[in-house]
């Protein structure tokens, strides 16, 4: 990794620390859950399916499902089934600029649910900037970024854990 990339991510980290401290954490149950955001890495057909069916079966129980997908190419040459934003929607920080990520970020959410695997800085920058009453994300060395980490090694066990720990805090 080059010098200049390391000092990006060191900015970059910087402003996620930042935008932690600023945001209120949140504890408690999931009852009356009416605004899911779901954020995504819409680079693969296979997860942007996985993860509409699952904002389907989540709609169920909540109100209002949003999602928003980064692609990792440098230009959108088509349109997705959701809001996205690529490379070009990003600052030098990674940080997303794009129309679709600020509107996203203006909404308050009762649960923010990131299905990114891997490192994404676009999306964990979103995840902890957004004001969302509970946040679920996967495991990262950044411990303060979610509510609830939870590790596993393919999304569909990911989702199952995510939808075992909605239901547990929903009958709280």
């Given at each position: 990794?080059s010098?200049?990339?390391?000092?990006?991510?060191?900015?970059?980290l910087?402003?996620?620390?930042?935008?932690?401290?600023?945001?209120?954490k949140?504890?408690?149950?999931?009852?009356?859950?009416?605004?899911?955001?779901?954020?995504?890495?819409?680079?693969?057909?296979?997860i942007?399916?996985?993860?509409?069916?699952?904002?389907?079966?989540?709609?169920?129980?909540?109100?209002?499902v949003?999602?928003?997908?980064?692609?990792?190419?440098?230009?959108?040459?088509?349109?997705?089934?959701?809001?996205?934003?690529?490379?070009?929607?990003?600052d030098?920080?990674?940080?997303?600029k794009?129309?679709?990520?600020?509107?996203?970020?203006?909404?308050?959410?009762?649960?923010?649910?990131?299905?990114?695997?891997?490192?994404?800085?676009?999306?964990?920058?979103?995840?902890?900037?957004?004001?969302?009453?509970?946040?679920?994300?996967?495991?990262?060395d950044?411990?303060?970024?979610?509510?609830?980490?939870?590790?596993?090694?393919?999304?569909?066990?990911?989702?199952?854990?995510?939808?075992?720990?909605?239901?547990?805090?929903?009958?709280?």
């Amino acid at each position: 990794m080059s010098i200049l990339t390391q000092y990006r991510e060191k900015l970059h980290l910087k402003n996620v620390e930042k935008d932690i401290h600023n945001q209120k954490k949140s504890t408690g149950t999931f009852t009356g859950l009416k605004t899911v955001g779901i954020l995504l890495d819409g680079t693969d057909i296979n997860i942007q399916q996985k993860a509409l069916a699952y904002a389907k079966q989540i709609g169920k129980k909540a109100g209002t499902v949003d999602l928003l997908s980064y692609v990792n190419v440098k230009e959108l040459k088509e349109e997705l089934p959701f809001e996205s934003f690529c490379k070009k929607d990003l600052d030098w920080l990674w940080r997303p600029k794009a129309n679709v990520a600020t509107k996203f970020k203006q909404k308050k959410f009762d649960l923010l649910i990131n299905l990114c695997q891997t490192d994404c800085f676009p999306l964990e920058y979103l995840a902890v900037s957004l004001n969302a009453n509970y946040k679920i994300g996967a495991l990262t060395d950044y411990p303060n970024n979610y509510n609830l980490m939870l590790e596993s090694k393919t999304l569909d066990k990911y989702l199952e854990q995510v939808s075992f720990f909605i239901n547990k805090f929903s009958n709280t």
